[in-house]
Structure formats: C-alpha cells, structure tokens
C-alpha cells in the first residue's frame, strides 16, 4: 500500500471491555512497532516485531496488553479488561528494520468510558 | 536509559520569523535522529533523518543540524508561515530498537 493505516481511527469503549486495533504495514517492510501517545507527550514505545516475532515487547505495561503479527504483515494490539488510563492515541509504524526510517499510521484514538 | 528533552515546550511566533527549535539527549551512542511534524488529531510526518555520521539535513525552509557529542540537535525553520504550525518532535534511534521521543514544542505562527 502507499503508507502505514490504522483502523479504526476512532474507538470509544466502556471500562473492562476487550478492544482490537488493526495496523497495516507499509507492503514488504519487516519490522513493525506500535506506540502509544498521551495528551501532551511523546509517543511512547510498546512492542516491537521483525517478521513475526516479538522481537522486544518491553514497552508493554501490563498482561492486559497484547499483539501478535502471524504473518508478518498485519498486525493487532489486543487490550483486555480496559481502563481509563488506556485513553491515549495508539499508532503504528513500519520499516525495512535497524535504523531505517520508521512510517507512522495515523494512529487509532481509544477512549475508554 | 536514553532520555529525549525538547526544549520549548510551547512557541507563538508572528508569521515571517526564522525559529529554532532543540532538542537533546542523554546517550550520544545513536544510529540517527529524527525530527517529525504532528498535526492536531493526526500522526506523524516524518521531515528530517540525520544520521550519526552527518552533522546537518536540509529540506526546504527547515534545517536539522546534530551535534552527536554533546547530544543535542537543532530544528532551524526560515520565514516561518501559518501552515507551520503544529506539533514538533524529536526523536533518536539507537540501533535495531524503538526511537525513543521527546515531548514535542507546539508551534503557533501567527498571520
């Protein structure tokens, strides 16, 4: 595809709901990486996948959180049980790995209730 | 831990005026540094990579210079319009890892 989407774009879900987002990646890149923004800050690093793989998941708060990337195109972040303080902007972005330019999604903004 | 500051946080500037934005860091041991532009609701677009090696990149009116050794970098913008303003970050790359960010400067240019 010409870039990085995300959908949904928008997702309002009430407090212990389960919710998914969706990343696709830009076509043949390998590494992919999913951030979270709060209001006001930097996006923050949650996990990491070269190919199929977690390849660093370290940036994950909790067990509530989870991704998988099964064929290492598509990816989904999981959250289980969500709270208020999950309310951030989710965004995804793609590479071809190391240190090569990261493509940023325009993100998914989630609002828990 | 790589700790990524970016210095304002907030900037009104009247339109025309050339502004400089900075940014440092606390591990010079970086692959590269990136500065993006974030549009309110939107993601990030990317505008300047400068590698380790290099000391500046230039895209039209912006210019990012890195200064590896004492961890720090400069966003340089010139005549400055109101389709500038957004949010600014800065962020760096320390290899086969995630970029570490900085909190952002939020540019107003005022017409």
């Known amino acids: 595809g010409a870039g990085v989407s995300q959908t949904p774009s928008n997702k309002v879900t009430e407090k212990g709901k389960y919710v998914e987002l969706r990343c696709d990646p830009i076509?043949?890149?390998?590494?992919l990486y999913w951030y979270r923004q709060s209001l006001g800050q930097g996006p923050e690093f949650l996990i990491y996948?070269?190919?199929?793989?977690?390849?660093?998941d370290s940036g994950l708060p909790n067990d509530r959180f989870f991704a998988v990337r099964p064929e290492g195109s598509v990816s989904t972040l999981k959250i289980q049980r969500t709270e208020r303080g999950d309310s951030a902007v989710y965004l995804c972005?793609?590479?071809?790995?190391?240190?090569?330019?990261?493509?940023f999604g325009p993100g998914t903004r989630l609002t828990v209730l | 831990k790589q700790e990524v500051t970016q210095i304002p946080a907030a900037l009104s500037v009247p339109e025309g005026e050339n502004l400089v934005l900075n940014c440092s860091f606390t591990d010079s041991a970086i692959y590269n540094l990136q500065w993006f532009r974030q549009d309110p609701g939107k993601g990030l677009t990317s505008l300047l990579l400068?590698?380790?090696?290099?000391r500046e990149q230039t895209s039209g009116r912006l210019n990012a210079s890195l200064d590896k050794s004492s961890g720090r970098s400069t966003l340089y913008i010139a005549a400055s319009q109101p389709g500038d303003s957004a949010t600014y970050l800065c962020a760096v790359n320390s290899g086969n890892t995630p970029l570490v960010f900085g909190k952002g400067t939020r540019l107003s240019v005022i017409a």
């Open positions: 400068i590698q380790s090696s290099q």
């Open positions: 076509s043949g890149h390998t590494a």
């Open positions: 996948f070269q190919g199929t793989g977690a390849a660093d």
């Open positions: 972005a793609s590479s071809n790995g190391g240190a090569d330019t990261q493509y």
